[in-house]
Each structure stands twice: as C-alpha cells, then as structure tokens.
C-alpha cells in the first residue's frame, strides 16, 4: 500500500504488468474513491462554474459531462477536473490530493445562493476500463450513454450513477456507488470478468495506462507553474465564452504563443526518464520529464517532458538524463497508445460516412 | 542450504565456503514493485562490503544495491537481461543477481532472519 493524498491505496493487486495487459486486453476494475466529488447546487451555479473553469459549460445538459480546467489569476492551472451537469445543479469530480485547496477555492468564489458539499464519503467511485469493458459489466442499455455521457442504472442489481469516462484511453465506465454498496459491485464485476481476463488494477497499472493515453496528472504533468497552452490543453480553454478566473492572462498566452510544450519521449530498454530528469538536445537543457515509466504494453519506456517551445519536432533526437549519464529519446507524436477510448467527434465524422 | 543473511537496504547473501550469492529480498521486491531493468557490472570486479555495484529499476523507482560482503564477482545471472521480473516471481531462487568469490571475513552486522523480519516490518509503515 502507498499513500496518495492521503488514501492508502495499492500500487498493485498482482503484478503491474498484468493489471496493465488486462486493461489494455480485457478490462480492468480501478478502485478510485479518492477522486474528490463535490455537488454544487443552487440557482446561479452554472453562472458561478463557468467563471472557475476553462472550457465552456453553457451548452450542456442533463446527462453530459465535460473535461475542464479550473485556473489561478496568473492562469497557472489549480486542478482538472470533470464537471457534470445534473438534473438539480452540477457535480465535479477534482484530484485526490487538490481536494481541500479545491473545496476552499470553490466556497470562497460562491454566491450566496450556491452551496458546494463535499461528497467524496459518501459516495464510492470505481471505474471499469477497456475495449470490453462493455460487453463485461453486468449491466443493461449502456449503448444508450455517449463518450462523456452519464446515466442512471442497476450493476449487479446495485444502483449506480454509470458514466462514460476513464483514465486509461480505452473504453469504460466511472460507477458512482453507495460506499456501503460498492463491494458487492467490485465483487459482481470482478467474478463475472474473471474468465475473460478481467482483473483489479492499482495505480502503476492506472499510472502506466494513462501515460500511454497521453492524460496529464496534476502534480507530475502540470501545476500552478504551468498554463493550459504549456500543457498542450489549450483546446479546453474557451476564451469566447465571457469571463473567467485566468482569461486576462490566457488570452495574452495564446497571443504570444505558449514560451513551453509538453512533449512526448519514446526511450530505449532500461532507460527510464523520471520526474524532474533533465532534458537537452545539442548539449542545450531545454526542459524536464514530468512523467516517465516501463510501458510493459508496448515495451519501451515512454515519458512526457515540458520543453522550451519549438525546441523539438516529432522524429528529433533528444538527450535525457538517466542515473547520471546521457540517455538517447526520440520525439515522438501523442498519444503514444490509441485505445478503444470512444471519441467526442465519432457521431459527426460517421455522418460524414 | 546455507543460511541466509540480510542486510538493511535489503540484500540477502548465502555463503557456502568461499563462495556467496547475493539478491534483494522478498520484501524489496514488493516495495520496487515490477522490475524492468537492472544495471549489473561485469564478472572480475572486486566490491567492498557495502559498495554500491548496480542499480535496480522498477516502474516505480531506481534504487542502489549495495554488496552484503566484500569480495570478487565471479558470476552475473545473465537471465536477468531478458527477464528482470525474475526478481519479482522467485527473489531467493532464480532472481539471484551475482556470484561473489568472498575475500576476508563476513560483516558482524549482517542481520539474521528475524532482526531482517523486524528491519522490514519497521520499513513497511
């Protein structure tokens, strides 16, 4: 067991490797309680969302949720996180580890007619990832809900909020579960899945997988140092939408042009760039790997690293630093893996034929 | 089978005469989580007990290792180029790292079992 923010969770169940295949393969069943959740309800609470956030929350309806930004004064990012829009008010699911600074950040910009109430004990949070993960859960109409969508339904004869999200690039679902229910459906799912190969996976197969997919991690990827545009999240920033916490700034970024990216390293065996090591081409430092590990799945090791901006195209070469010596990268495009992820723009591209 | 011995940053060595081998423990292993690489050096160097001789990397981490006693390699598992998780699947067997050939007497402050045991333990919480 390990601790992040504060929960004690595994880094593995089994093996890491196996957990990874599973998720990639099959599916696999992540225990992420820790996510923060808080409901924030009350007449104006759209209006007081879209001045935290980034990315525009006007045309959502019940049902749909959004990946979004939430962003300091100086357009540094506080937190990502998933807004989504309810039937009486909204709900957002925050970082583990920015749930408190994110719970203050939220009741200090409220109205006095919004009420934001943390409700990450009362409800548990399992996801069920990969190109199965449908066919696998033990659950009906789930065609019915859309990439970023969500609805309500019986797992394994449990209620439970099923939405169409993840972490991991491939298909799946976010169950949100009565804590006091949520072992029967861990259970249910896991016995069910087991002869398909379906297995628990605990954060170095949630961390492996995300990496493949390319998701930042607040914390690792970015922080308050760092701006959407540097991020390469540029696309969840509306800056037409009206005002919000960070614009001033953000619109002056997208002006100038972002001065850092985020890049993405493919190493060779053995070399792992870990958070923080240096990054140089030609004998110049150019930036630092945020995110680095073995992808057992693909079978070299991968890592995102923030660099000065037009330091590197896809193809270049770079230089990481590797247990004091000079490691050999190469530039390459993101995602470094595709998964069965569905996207935000398959309805549009098939009516297109 | 000789006796195990342990070290605090979590060797083990077996000594049978003149001649020990040495690997990390099952309680390492589980901390390093999957391993994927190790850097070993070459058969012939000498090590003082203690020194640094390689680096073992997991998805979680790279981490020293450090010999248990002093001595001259005599043998590296090779195995461990192709298959590092041999480290992870059989710690005490096949995941052996190196064959030292001992020079001098062992270290007085090699831990037996149940001092590793509480060593461990202490190092989990």
């Not at chain 1, 309680?33 to 045309?59: C, E, K, W, Y």
Request: proline letters at 4%; glycine letters at 12%; a negative charge.
């Amino acid at each position: 067991m390990v601790d992040f923010g504060g929960w004690e969770m595994p880094q593995q169940y089994t093996s890491i490797r196996d957990e990874h295949f599973a998720v990639r393969q099959a599916a696999g069943l992540f225990d992420v309680s820790h996510m923060g959740r808080f409901r924030v309800a009350g007449a104006s609470s759209r209006q007081f969302l879209q001045g935290l956030v980034t990315n525009d929350i006007a045309p959502l309806v019940h049902g749909q949720a959004q990946y979004n930004l939430m962003c300091n004064e100086e357009g540094g990012i506080i937190d990502d996180l998933v807004v989504y829009c309810g039937s009486e008010g909204f709900f957002v699911v925050v970082n583990a580890s920015n749930r408190e600074r994110d719970l203050s950040w939220f009741r200090e910009h409220a109205p006095a007619d919004v009420e934001v109430e943390d409700r990450t004990f009362e409800l548990a949070l399992i996801a069920f990832q990969g190109p199965r993960a449908q066919e696998l859960l033990p659950c009906d109409g789930l065609d019915a809900i859309p990439y970023f969508g969500f609805g309500h339904g019986d797992v394994a004869g449990i209620h439970a909020l099923i939405s169409r999200t993840g972490y991991t690039g491939e298909d799946g679902f976010e169950l949100f579960i009565d804590s006091d229910r949520v072992g029967d459906v861990w259970d249910a799912i896991l016995a069910g899945g087991k002869k398909a190969g379906v297995l628990p996976a605990g954060l170095g197969a949630r961390d492996a997988t995300r990496l493949e997919a390319a998701l930042r991690l607040w914390g690792n990827d970015m922080d308050e140092s760092v701006n959407p545009y540097e991020a390469g999240l540029g696309w969840t920033v509306k800056l037409g939408k009206g005002d919000f916490i960070g614009r001033d700034v953000l619109q002056k970024v997208k002006a100038d042009g972002a001065r850092r990216q985020l890049v993405g390293l493919k190493m060779q065996p053995g070399d792992i760039g870990r958070h923080g090591a240096a990054v140089s081409t030609q004998g110049k430092s150019v930036g630092v790997i945020t995110s680095g590990t073995h992808s057992f799945f693909l079978g070299y090791p991968i890592a995102l690293a923030m660099v000065e901006a037009r330091s590197f195209q896809v193809g270049d070469r770079a230089v990481v630093e590797v247990r004091g010596r000079e490691a050999p990268a190469e530039v390459v495009k993101l995602p470094f893996y595709r998964g069965s992820a569905r996207s935000l723009s398959e309805k549009k591209e098939s009516r297109h034929g | 089978m000789a006796d195990r011995r342990y070290t605090k940053t979590h060797e083990w060595v077996t000594v049978d005469g003149k001649h020990a081998t040495i690997g990390i423990t099952d309680f390492a292993q589980s901390q390093l989580g999957d391993v994927v690489f190790l850097e070993l050096p070459s058969a012939g160097r000498k090590v003082a007990a203690r020194e640094t001789f390689g680096v073992i990397e997991s998805v979680k981490a790279a981490s020293d290792l450090y010999s248990p006693v002093a001595g001259k390699i005599s043998e590296v598992n090779e195995k461990l180029a192709s298959k590092p998780e041999l480290i992870n699947s059989d710690p005490y067997g096949e995941g052996w790292i190196l064959k030292l050939e001992l020079a001098g007497d062992l270290p007085a402050d090699l831990l037996d079992e149940a001092a590793y045991k509480k060593v461990a333990e202490a190092s989990s919480h």
